[in-house]
């Protein structure tokens, strides 16, 4: 057990220097990879991704897809982000972007957006992800845990092997409940604060997030209980949503342009 702490602490201290803060909240975060490492991991999963899929051939969806990804990314001010925006044919109900402002809207999706504004409220959420740099720090926690796990298995290295499983098995549980899983909810939790912010930005009525997410629970089969989710249940994000609208309001009624809910997407 000396060993494990000692370990700790020495880990620690290592850390420290490589705890960066998410731009827009504050939020303190543990990052051991740089942006170039992230962004390379990002292109090649994108490459690889859309190598395996296959692309809209309607002109209309993917051209409004892009005319609402180009206005997210106008108003995060990402010049070392190289964007792109594609809508990918399949059933998921799901958006993506990856390190390096790699987005993609799969078609499943579009019934639940309905709007341009449905649209730019996932995609602001997906675009904060990599804003927030989210998969990078996500790595950094794996990386994190892992070095935990070995420090655990050195400390019961003496021990019996029902000992030793028993230890590994606890560890791994708490692990991803007690860390893994709360810090993906705080993750969506932060995209969904800061996508509303980048849609208002963007000219679009950030309160249609808010009927988003009711549509996506109507449409949504039952769920495991949010401790054991990489997500915050749906009520929960159509109440914070609903108290952060005040300043997303704000920033859409000041804006030189307001685009409402823009073109229907049905």
């Not at 290592?14 to 292109?43: D, F, H, I, W, Y």
């Not at 249940?233 to 307001?258: C, F, H, K, N, P």
Request: charged fraction near 20%.
């Amino acid at each position: 057990m000396r060993r494990i702490l000692i370990l700790g602490v020495l880990f620690a201290a290592m850390m420290c220097p490589a705890c960066t803060k998410v731009e827009g909240t504050g939020r303190s975060q543990l990052m051991l990879l740089s942006q170039n490492q992230e962004q390379q991991l990002g292109e090649d999963a994108y490459r690889q991704i859309l190598a395996d899929s296959t692309l809209s051939n309607d002109p209309r969806l993917t051209s409004i897809v892009r005319r609402v990804g180009e206005r997210i990314a106008a108003v995060v001010d990402r010049p070392n982000f190289v964007w792109e925006f594609n809508l990918i044919e399949s059933d998921q109900v799901n958006a993506f972007c990856l390190p390096g402002g790699k987005i993609a809207v799969f078609t499943g999706i579009l019934p639940i957006m309905q709007n341009e504004a449905g649209m730019a409220a996932v995609m602001g959420h997906e675009v904060a992800h990599a804003v927030a740099r989210h998969g990078g720090e996500r790595v950094s926690q794996g990386i994190l845990a892992n070095l935990a796990g070995q420090a655990v298995a050195v400390g019961f290295r003496n021990a019996s092997p029902a000992a030793q499983e028993a230890a590994m098995a606890a560890y791994g549980l708490g692990a991803n409940v007690g860390v893994m899983l709360p810090f993906s909810r705080a993750h969506e939790s932060e995209a969904d604060s800061l996508g509303i912010i980048y849609a208002a930005k963007a000219g679009y009525d950030p309160r249609e997030a808010v009927e988003l997410w009711r549509r996506m629970k109507a449409a949504s089969g039952q769920r495991p209980p949010e401790f054991l989710s990489t997500h915050p249940s749906t009520d929960r994000r159509i109440v914070d949503l609903q108290s952060q609208m005040g300043g997303a309001m704000q920033i859409y009624e000041s804006g030189v342009v307001q685009y409402g809910l823009g073109e229907d997407l049905r």
